[in-house]
Nanobody
């Protein structure tokens, strides 16, 4: 599986961005997918995850109510709609396939994409 994240950029606080993660592979629709982010000098942290059908979604407390994860299995793509962005959201955002038992633990991820930079200015 190969993942390609896109959609990052430089925005001002309060703006919105939509990240996309396009996947290869015929079994995308069976994957749980997750977004993580990593700010300079910090650990990679969980942002959001979604089950295979999109019926179950998960969010870090820091983004709950502002970010929305979704997927289009026909397009083999998972999205992260980010609204009301804050400077503390600045990070490289990565998508990943959840292969372990926990959608929250980066060690339970596999097939990381290269990441897309999100920078939010105040």
């Amino acid at each position: 599986v190969q993942l390609q994240a896109s959609g990052g950029g430089l925005v001002q606080a309060g703006d919105s961005l939509r990240l996309s993660c396009a996947a290869s592979g015929r079994t995308f629709s069976s994957y749980r997918m997750a977004w993580f982010r990593q700010a300079p000098g910090k650990e990679r942290e969980f942002v959001s995850a979604i089950n295979w059908s999109g019926a179950s979604t998960y969010y870090a407390d820091s983004v709950k109510g502002r970010f929305t994860i979704s997927r289009d299995n026909a397009k083999k793509t998972v999205y992260l709609q980010m609204n009301s962005l804050k400077p503390e959201d600045t990070a490289v955002y990565y998508c990943a396939v959840v292969t372990g038992s926990s959608v929250f633990n980066k060690d339970d991820m596999d097939y990381w994409g290269k990441g897309t930079q999100v920078t939010v200015s105040s």
